[in-house]
């Protein structure tokens, strides 16, 4: 892979342009950093919407209520002593 994919797409004076470095070229700027700035906006982005999709999601919001609770069972007790051991 090509080290400088992304910042030739995202440089104003590259020859390729993506859609999403036209979109928020005004919140990111034409900067060498132009990339990594684009790429934490979206990644947050994401971030977002899945957690917006999971609370929308009536399984996922209401899993504290359908779920059981986990007992945990009692540790059988040892003829073995500590110390023996």
Do not use: N, Q
């Amino acid at each position: 892979m090509r080290p400088f994919v992304a910042h030739t797409r995202c440089s104003r004076t590259g020859s390729l342009r993506s859609r999403a470095a036209e979109r928020y070229r005004w919140l990111v700027g034409t900067g060498p950093d132009t990339e990594m700035a684009l790429l934490v906006i979206l990644g947050s982005r994401l971030v977002m919407s899945v957690g917006i999709i999971g609370y929308l999601v009536r399984v996922v919001r209401d899993a504290e209520d359908i779920l059981p609770d986990h007992d945990a069972a009692p540790m059988p007790e040892t003829s073995v002593s500590p110390a023996a051991a």
